[in-house]
């Protein structure tokens, strides 16, 4: 049964107002202030439900932010201008397919735990810009979780470059990037004597090898520097352009890890390093033969047509190609791509040969 929303202007706040925290959702905004005011957050969420008219089964809470702002006497439209100073550059036909913050298809991080000192030991969500550490408190707090990083000041540089420079490429935190780098280096390490930072990080945060679920924590330092390599115009294009043999470009992806890791390379950091220059190179040859629909056989913009090859592909490098780096290859008519709303509306993912 549809419900009829009420006004939020006729909605009454509720007696205790709550700061919200930067890029905060309105899932977690509301949980605190239900805790603020003596109240469950199960009371909360089902008010908010109801005066917003959103189905009960399954509520999306952040389709009632006018409400949830009315509730916390926040000002009418917060959410979403903290939401547009927190959106992610994207790569989209009203720019031409360069990075750029598009008020219209610009989206934000998917959610995840905020530093609990931020949020003065309560449990809620962001959606903020950066990644898994608070540089204000140096704490990591990915997951969940609340370690202490004083003594390691390289991850609130790692940090600061993921939020500044990487961010305006935009690399996020399940944009793929940065999962990337972390496949390279997690290969690299099951053969790898560590460096002595790695032991004390192990110690410090009581990781016994650098596997899937702790490769992060351990390497976050080095995966973000990694990342930025990886994205550098130059570079990628060096990587994926026909131009070069397959061999080279391995070696060349090979030597980025091992220096960065102050060691040498392994047999499985070459595989996984070979695994993915060769789905990169399918992925930029697809690209050149694209045309420009499925009535045309004009080829499409080399730029449209990378974006909608690393979707198809799942190859999140060919998002930082620059077409004047590239060889392109003579035209060969293929798949046509798909239109600018279907490319707009979909968010990139973590390229298919890491599951």
Not at 12 to 37: D, F, I, K
Request: charged fraction near 25%.
């Amino acid at each position: 049964m549809n419900r009829t929303p009420v006004p939020p202007d006729r909605v009454r706040p509720l007696p205790v107002s709550v700061r919200p925290l930067a890029g905060e959702t309105v899932t977690g905004y509301l949980a605190r202030l239900a805790v603020a005011n003596a109240l469950t957050p199960t009371v909360v969420r089902i008010h908010a439900t109801r005066i917003s008219g959103i189905p009960p089964y399954r509520p999306d809470l952040e389709r009632a932010a006018a409400w949830a702002e009315r509730l916390g006497g926040l000002p009418a439209g917060h959410f979403d201008r903290d939401a547009r100073r927190n959106a992610m550059y994207v790569r989209c036909h009203h720019h031409d397919w360069a990075p750029h913050p598009c008020r219209r298809c610009g989206y934000t991080q998917q959610p995840r735990a905020a530093c609990r000192r931020c949020a003065h030991g309560e449990e809620t969500t962001v959606r903020t810009r950066g990644g898994a550490v608070c540089n204000r408190h140096r704490r990591w707090h990915l997951d969940g979780a609340d370690i202490d990083l004083t003594g390691f000041p390289e991850y609130m540089r790692a940090e600061r470059c993921l939020s500044g420079s990487l961010w305006k490429r935009g690399v996020g935190l399940a944009t793929g990037e940065l999962q990337l780098a972390a496949t390279l280096i997690r290969h690299w390490a099951a053969d790898a004597d560590f460096p002595p930072r790695f032991h004390e990080r192990m110690a410090a945060f009581g990781a016994d090898r650098v596997g899937e679920g702790s490769v992060f924590l351990i390497a976050y330092p080095e995966i973000v520097r990694l990342t930025t390599v990886l994205t550098d115009l130059s570079f990628a294009s060096y990587l994926l352009t026909p131009r070069f043999r397959l061999a080279q470009q391995v070696w060349a992806l090979e030597a980025a890890v091992i220096t960065i890791m102050h060691s040498s390379t392994t047999e499985q950091l070459h595989e996984v390093a070979e695994r993915i220059v060769t789905q990169g190179k399918t992925a930029v040859e697809t690209a050149n033969g694209m045309r420009r629909s499925h009535t045309s056989m004009r080829p499409a913009t080399l730029e449209k047509a990378l974006v909608a090859s690393s979707q198809r592909h799942r190859s999140c490098l060919l998002r930082h190609l620059s077409t004047v780096r590239i060889q392109v290859q003579p035209y060969e008519p293929g798949v046509a791509v798909p239109a600018n709303r279907v490319l707009d509306r979909r968010r990139p993912m973590p390229d298919a040969l890491l599951h």
